[in-house]
């Protein structure tokens, strides 16, 4: 018999909330609007959370920290760059897709973060976009990929796997797994020396 997990009410919010914030954009989403769709009083949400605010940094925060979670494979990588650029690629398409509605609100929602919650979420995202160049100098140094601006290819590397929201499918024919080892080998064949 399968063992169902109730959801704290915190929970709950949270998830509507991120549904409701990919849907019509956290600015369009009032409380109002998200009690409704709970089913509740505007006015017990305050008794479960502070803002509006508070759910959107929760959001952004629980992602980030499941990017840098998953690298820990990429640092155990010891065959090379590319084998390690790889795994980095199939490491963050399954974060995407494990929840792409909560991935679109960390990819699209995170500028209206206020301070001192934005400059903390822009200095996670620089160290982490930091580790792809990182890969690719190593690469480069190593004569494992060609010379290329390593900004602009860890722009081009990550705005192609962070697009993967808009359309993978969980019961799609392909996998997370199979859906990053077919970007990495298109982005890779184009990054390594022949």
């Given at each position: 018999m399968k063992t169902v997990v109730k959801k704290s009410r915190k929970q709950q919010i949270e998830e509507k909330a991120t549904t409701l914030f990919q849907s019509r954009g956290y600015a369009a989403t009032s409380m109002r609007n998200l009690a409704q769709d709970l089913g509740i009083e505007a006015a017990s949400l305050y008794s479960h959370i502070k803002s509006k605010e508070e759910i959107l940094q929760r959001i952004c925060f629980r992602m980030a920290e499941e990017f840098y979670s998953a690298w820990q494979e990429v640092d155990e990588e010891t065959s090379g760059n590319a084998a390690k650029m790889e795994k980095a690629m199939i490491a963050h398409v399954k974060v995407i897709t494990k929840d792409t509605n909560a991935s679109a609100v960390f990819f699209n929602e995170w500028r209206h973060l206020s301070e001192?919650?934005?400059?903390?979420?822009?200095?996670?995202?620089?160290?982490?976009?930091?580790?792809?160049?990182?890969?690719?100098?190593?690469?480069?140094?190593?004569?494992?990929?060609?010379?290329?601006?390593?900004?602009?290819?860890?722009?081009?590397?990550?705005?192609?796997?962070?697009?993967?929201?808009?359309w993978y499918k969980p019961d799609g024919s392909l996998s997370p797994e199979e859906v990053g080892k077919r970007l990495s080998g298109l982005l890779l064949n184009g990054l390594k020396k022949n």
């Open positions: 001192p919650h934005l400059s903390e979420f822009l200095a996670m995202r620089d160290d982490y976009e930091g580790r792809f160049k990182k890969i690719l100098r190593d690469g480069m140094a190593s004569g494992e990929f060609k010379l290329v601006d390593e900004k602009f290819m860890m722009l081009t590397i990550l705005s192609s796997l962070n697009w993967t929201h808009n």
